[in-house]
């Protein structure tokens, strides 16, 4: 033993321990607990006898194997409802409101003998994709967050990352990564900063990488117009809410199983490494103070993912006017570039005009929408699109071809698709890696290709399309 070294040591027991079983850490960790816990009901007398108090009634349904997951989807599903039932109205009132002030400042520059083209710039294009982007932006988020809020301050968040610990687990990732990916339906962003939380340099990397298939405020706008316009126009307008609901939560559980998938493909592949142990202690369920919900959901989430969107809309509506008004032959340069995208844009479901707003709208997801709209109507400047459903399914399928799979693709291809530039960005800063900011790109965008170009070709191999 004289001549045993400390090296001698590290490695008997890397050795030994890649002859343990994967579940050896958590085996520790129980014990530790069970031990405690024994030693706590020796030390300490309670007034009550009860066998089981509130919060463990509470949780033996919220964290059963049986009622778990159930009980989840209840309430992401009903969040999702009141921002589909909620949002569009707003929206509307909104964006009237904001065009109008646009108007007004159109004709003021024009009294003045502003030049066409700086009235053009600033209020068609700088000023208009401000107004959609809040328009559309704002409403969704003045429900989702404080939705969200609401159920982390009530102590329901930790429950979910308990629910879904071992299908992370299953994937090579944490379960923390629950967390993070929730806080990626408010913003993929904000996402990606959370995963701090996460102390493994793997793991987190893993949950960086994989949380743009959770969509994003910016992405709901899209999702709802395609869930109502073409899913739930086909059933009574009673029910249309509920099934325009129902049509995104199915869309996020694709995104979420896409989660799990590449999580699982990274963890084996690039990201090799050893699942580390992840104990998590179940906060009391916690009275709601409304106070404190409404400064974070407003203050904290929904202004200032607002003004970071503000910031990156206004140069991107800038772009639309410049394409949509720069001559290219006999159409404009906005036209041209996606008649050369149309090829490749029908090889995946799609067609050119969409490709060109996904290009033009890697600053902000909002402008998706108006932008194709805009292209669509042959306007010079986004504009006010059709009001009602039926107006908006004459104008993409009468008008521009579209099918059921052009509705499709688009949903799979704006859950699937690259981050935003914000969300790169704050890859960037949080991996000090651009290789891994340009790999976030390369795997979404590359998943979102693949993915719609399968269901376009199995669907005209079928004789669907």
Not at 178 to 203: H, Y
Request: glycine share 8%; proline share 5%.
């Amino acid at each position: 033993m004289e001549n045993v070294t400390p090296n001698d040591v590290l490695a008997k027991a890397e050795a030994l321990r890649n002859n343990l079983s994967t579940g050896f850490r958590d085996e520790i960790v129980k014990s530790l607990y069970s031990e405690a816990e024994k030693i706590a009901h020796r030390a300490v007398k309670t007034a009550s006898d009860k066998k089981y108090d509130l919060d463990q009634k509470i949780d033996r349904l919220v964290t059963s194997p049986i009622t778990g997951l159930p009980i989840m989807l209840l309430m992401l599903g009903v969040v999702i409802w009141l921002t589909v039932s909620g949002a569009n109205v707003v929206s509307e009132a909104i964006a009237n409101v904001l065009f109008s002030l646009g108007d007004l400042g159109r004709n003021l520059f024009t009294t003045i003998g502003a030049p066409w083209w700086l009235t053009g710039f600033i209020w068609d294009g700088v000023y208009l994709g401000l107004a959609w982007v809040i328009s559309v932006m704002l409403p969704p988020m003045m429900i989702f967050f404080p939705a969200f809020t609401f159920l982390e301050d009530l102590g329901y968040l930790p429950r979910v990352a308990f629910n879904l610990d071992w299908m992370f687990k299953k994937s090579g990732a944490h379960g923390k990564q629950s967390l993070t990916m929730a806080m990626g339906f408010g913003c993929n962003a904000a996402g990606v900063v959370a995963t701090r939380i996460i102390d493994s340099p793997r793991e987190r990397l893993i949950a960086i990488l994989t949380n743009n298939f959770v969509p994003c405020n910016g992405r709901f706008p899209t999702l709802i117009m395609l869930a109502t316009v073409f899913v739930a126009s086909a059933f009574p307008a009673a029910l249309t809410s509920f099934i325009a609901a129902g049509t995104v939560v199915g869309v996020v559980l694709i995104g979420v199983a896409f989660t799990f998938f590449m999580s699982w493909a990274l963890s084996r592949t690039v990201l090799k490494g050893e699942a580390s142990a992840f104990t998590l202690e179940l906060p009391p369920y916690r009275k709601p103070n409304f106070g404190r919900i409404l400064y974070t959901s407003i203050i904290d989430r929904t202004i200032f993912v607002l003004w970071r969107a503000m910031q990156t809309a206004a140069p991107a509506g800038a772009i639309i006017w410049l394409l949509a008004n720069i001559p290219y032959g006999d159409v404009n340069l906005a036209h041209a570039i996606a008649d050369w995208l149309n090829p490749f844009g029908v090889l995946l479901g799609l067609d050119g005009v969409i490709l060109l707003a996904y290009i033009i709208a890697i600053p902000a997801n909002e402008i998706v929408v108006p932008t194709m709209m805009m292209m669509y109507m042959g306007a010079g400047m986004m504009v006010n699109g059709p009001s009602s459903n039926t107006d908006i399914f004459n104008l993409l399928v009468n008008g521009n071809g579209w099918t059921l799979l052009t509705a499709i693709n688009l949903m799979l291809f704006a859950l699937l698709h690259n981050p935003c530039a914000t969300t790169i960005m704050t890859i960037y800063k949080e991996t000090k890696s651009w290789k891994w900011a340009t790999v976030s790109v390369v795997i979404t965008l590359g998943t979102a290709i693949l993915v719609t170009f399968l269901t376009a070709s199995i669907a005209r191999l079928l004789g669907w399309a």
